[in-house]
Structures are given as C-alpha cells and as structure tokens.
C-alpha cells in the first residue's frame, strides 16, 4: 500500500532522500515541502468551499432567508417567553421568582459548557425532602442537555405548585401566551397606522372641500376659486390655502411634474410621454352633398376652425417653428405631453395583478416567517434558543441576544423620539413615520438615513407649517439619529460586535443585494457570528480575515 512519502517523494523515498535533488524549475521555482502542501491543499479547498457557500446563499434564498428570519424573530419573541417560564427569572442582575431547585440547587453555567452545582455554603443542600438524586445526572457538574432535562422533569412533576408558588407557566401555556402578546402588540401597531392614515385622509379631503379647520369666515371666489380665511400663524399658501390646490397629494405631484419638465427643458433629458391634444369640435363641419347623374360629390366646410386649437404657449418652447407650423393643418398644435404624476385614470388588469401579487409575496413571507418562529419557540428550551453545549453555539446565541435586545430597545426609544418630534412640530401622519424611523433602525448606518429623510416631502411641502416647527422638523430627527448612530449605540454594543464598519458596510451590501431588505437587516449578526468562528479556528485564513473584520485584537 502506498504511502504519503511515496506519493510525494517516489516509491521507497523520502524528503531526506530528495533534499540534495535540484527539482527546481525554468523560472526558479523551488518544490515545497510536505507541510507546504498540505497547507495549499487546505487554503484550495478553503476557497472552494466558502465560493460553494456564497453560491448557497444565492440559490438557496427560499430557504435561507425564512428561515434565518424565524431566528432573529424567536430571538425578539423570546425574552417575553422567558418571562412567563424561566425560573428563576433575572432581571438587571436580581433573580426573581426562584424556585425550590434554584434555591437549594444553583447551578451555574462555565465556559466549558457545563453547569456547575453552588450552593450559599458551599455545599448542596436539601430542601423539603428533596435530594440530589431527585435530578437525573445531578453531582458536581452536568452538561446543558442534563441541566434542562432535569428542568423539564421538576416542571412536569410539579407544574401546579410551580405555577402558584413562583408563577412560572408550562412551556405550551408560555409558547400560547408570548404569542398572544405578539399579536396583541402587532394589533396597536396596526391601529396607530390606521389611525394616523385616516386622520391625513379626512384632513386632506376637508382641505379640498374648504371645511379644513385652517379656514375661518365666509368663504369668497378669488380667481374662480373659493376659498376662505387663514387663522393666525397660517401662511397663505399659493394659489389658495382651500381647495385641491391645498392638498398636500396635489402639491407633490405638481412639484414631481415640474421636476420632470426641468429634465427635459432645461437639460434636454428625452422622457417619453404620452401627447394629449384638446378635443376636435366636428360638430362645427358643414358636409354638402350634391348629386350629377349618378354621381354623388360631398363638399366641407369650416375645415379650418375645426383644427383650430388652444394653444398653451407654456408649452411652446420654439415659438418661430410654431409660427411656420400654423398654416400646415399639423394635428400636433397645441398638444402637450401627459404629466407622469397625479394624472392616472385607474390601473390596468395586468398593473392590479402585479400589485396584488407583490402584496401577496410580502404576505407569504410572514406567514412562512411566522410559523417557522412558532416551531421554534414550541421545541424552544428554557432560557435558550441554540440546544446544545457546544462554546461557539453559545457564544453565537449570547452575542445575537445581546445585539437583538440591544438593538431593539435603541430603535424603539429612537423611533419614541422621532414620532414625539414631529408630533409636537404638527406633522401629519408622526407616528408612522417614528414607526419607521423604528423598523429602519435594523438596517445599520443607511437606515436611520432613510427615516430622517421620508418626512421631508410633507414637512416642506405644508404651508401650515410655521418656520419654526418647519425647522424643528427638519433637524430633530437628523440630530437624534446621528446621536444614537454614532454616540449611543458605539457606547452601548461596545465590545460585543467589535467589527469594524468598512466590513459592516461591505457585509450590508453583499447581504442587501443577495437577499434584499431581509439581508440589510441580518447583515450585522450574520458577520459577527461568522468573526466568533473565526476566531475559533486555527488557521492563517482564518486569521487574516478576522484581522479583516474584526477592530479590537484585544477582544475575542
């Protein structure tokens, strides 16, 4: 049988009988010895395997993203499991609601993976006749699958006095539970939204119907339109503070129409537009009809003032070619081109289907979602998401617990301040956009970006606006963001990502263009579970590329 040595060496050699053999090569190439070897073989087949994985991640999409989704939501859904069934439960570093075998029984997870028995004196007690050999592998230390399997069997022999005595649910109860609390929180949301959507709507179809409360008096007709008087601190807008022109609707498609029109006069940008002409008055035609012998003749009249039409000179760019053009009985006289804005007369079927089958991907997506986190919460033990004892696993779950719950209480008091902002600044519809500043706030550094900008159309665009709440708009949410972005959330994370941000902002791209807006959200737990393994692994690619990564090589 043959051997490594004769496969690299020859047959009956070795690298000792090959050291004074001149193998080199035309280009002063030397041949590499058997660790070399090896460790190109492992570097190749590194290389192969991570291009294989980055293939896997385009192809397996359907899969990957729903269910990788279903983690990061049973990582938000857990700590409200938590509270309804692990014992004892800590909160800000104090154990509450302790049970008889956390009281008497403390055990204490180590980094081997293993829980430890403590106990106040330093021994194990017994409490109410209750023994260590009460607990399947109870002694000096377990492992995390006896850990909670001893859990399970205390909770199942002692579900009723467990619940009265520390108020601690069965799992299936809790899974129930967290749920409905889930349900119930997505419900609020839902009513802010509807709530703040229909208060616009009747404000914008009371300012078309001059009934809006900015109007005070009698109403009067200026330049063919009604409208009344402003209250105090109400700028009179243009041409009217009443009416559709008032509209905060019409005000952005009037200034996205006049944004196209700059494009195509001003810059010579070419958009294609369908031309709309006026009508031809045909009723103004005289047809005679005469008649010779068998042969019948029709005579028209007032040919001309049928294809006479208005002309709207604000359209007419070159007025000498109009001129020229008059006499020709050119159709075009007088068309313009269709405003791309505002102006829709209703979708087609085929625009309503692809709109209706967009909506029905974003459902499927949550459904899947959804139901992929409730299996896991239902095989879900106590007090962790990750089943297992291995070290990297349960660092992996503590850093994306950390950063999840972190994370999520930052975005929550961001998203609190902006929507007060713009509430106190009068802004229409606030608390939808302090619930995106919220959900925006997932996507690391573009989207807090994002949220500061979406509220700027209306916030310029509502003359009911004073100055200064115009102002305070504008810059409150910005500064809020750039605070919490760049001050608060470097303070608070600290140490427990340690990436740097040129590789935060490449892993947000690679990830938002794979997987979309579900890739720009698990970006950041992704890369720091990928810098854990890393750092686990003994070998110089590995270690470059966590060198790549990570910012602090003092840290893990």
């Excluded at 909160?91 to 997870?109: N, Y």
């Excluded at 006749?129 to 205390?154: C, L």
Aim: with cysteine.
């Amino acid at each position: 049988m043959a051997t490594m040595d004769d496969i690299l060496y020859g047959k009956g050699m070795t690298a000792v009988d090959r050291l004074d053999d001149d193998l080199g090569g035309g280009g002063g190439t030397k041949p590499m010895n058997p660790s070399e070897v090896m460790v190109t073989i492992q570097t190749s087949s590194l290389v192969v395997a991570i291009i294989v994985a980055c293939a896997a991640t385009i192809y397996l999409q359907f899969v990957l993203v729903p269910l990788i989704m279903a983690y990061f939501v049973t990582f938000l859904m857990a700590p409200i499991q938590d509270i309804f069934e692990k014992r004892p439960y800590v909160c800000s570093g104090k154990e509450l609601c302790v049970t008889k075998m956390a009281d008497v029984q403390r055990w204490e997870l180590k980094e081997d993976g293993r829980y430890y028995l403590l106990a106040d004196n330093g021994e194990a007690g017994v409490h109410e006749g209750m023994t260590q050999e009460n607990f399947k592998g109870a002694g000096t230390s377990i492992s995390e699958e006896q850990h909670n399997q001893n859990q399970d069997r205390f909770a199942a022999e002692n579900p009723i006095a467990d619940f009265l005595a520390t108020g601690k649910l069965p799992h299936i109860v809790a899974c129930i539970c967290t749920l409905a609390v889930c349900i119930a929180g997505l419900a609020g949301v839902g009513s802010i939204i509807g709530g703040s959507l229909g208060a616009f709507g009747a404000n914008e179809l009371a300012k078309e119907a001059c009934t809006c409360d900015v109007c005070e008096g009698t109403m009067k007709i200026v330049n063919g339109k009604e409208v009344g008087t402003p209250k105090k601190g109400i700028k009179l807008g243009s041409p009217g503070f009443c009416g559709r022109e008032s509209t905060l609707n019409y005000k952005l498609m009037t200034s996205l129409n006049n944004l196209i029109d700059t494009l195509e006069i001003d810059y010579g940008m070419k958009i294609v537009r369908q031309l709309v002409c006026p009508p031809l008055h045909t009723e103004k035609l005289q047809v005679t009809m005469s008649t010779t012998g068998d042969d019948v003749s029709f005579k028209i009249e007032k040919i001309a003032e049928v294809m006479k039409r208005p002309i709207d000179w604000t359209r007419v760019t070159d007025p000498d070619k109009y001129n020229n053009m008059t006499g020709t009985g050119n159709l075009t006289v007088g068309c313009k081109a269709k405003e791309l804005f505002g102006s829709s007369e209703g979708s087609t079927f085929a625009e309503l289907t692809a709109q209706i089958a967009a909506v029905g991907v974003v459902i499927n997506d949550i459904v899947l979602i959804l139901m992929l986190a409730i299996y896991i919460l239902l095989e879900r033990p106590e007090g962790r998401t990750i089943q297992g004892d291995h070290l990297v696993a349960m660092r992996i779950e503590d850093m994306i617990k950390n950063y999840i719950s972190l994370k999520t209480a930052l975005s929550a008091g961001t998203g609190v301040v902006c929507g007060g902002i713009l509430i106190a600044c009068g802004i229409p519809m606030a608390p939808i956009f302090g619930l995106l500043a919220f959900l925006l706030n997932y996507i690391p550094m573009v989207g807090s970006l994002i949220s500061s900008v979406l509220p700027l159309p209306i916030v310029f665009l509502d003359d009911s606006l004073s100055e200064t709440a115009m102002i305070m708009a504008f810059v409150g949410p910005i500064a809020v963001q750039l605070y919490v972005g760049n001050a608060l959330e470097p303070a608070v994370f600290g140490a427990s990502l340690n990436l740097t941000a040129m590789s935060i902002l490449l892993g947000l791209t690679f990830f938002a263009a794979v997987w979309g807006m579900y890739g720009a959200v698990l970006s950041v737990p992704i890369l720091a579970a990928v810098k854990i393994n890393l750092h686990h692994i003994d070998h110089p690619l590995a270690s470059a590329m966590l060198k790549m990564i990570r910012e602090d090589a003092s840290f893990p």
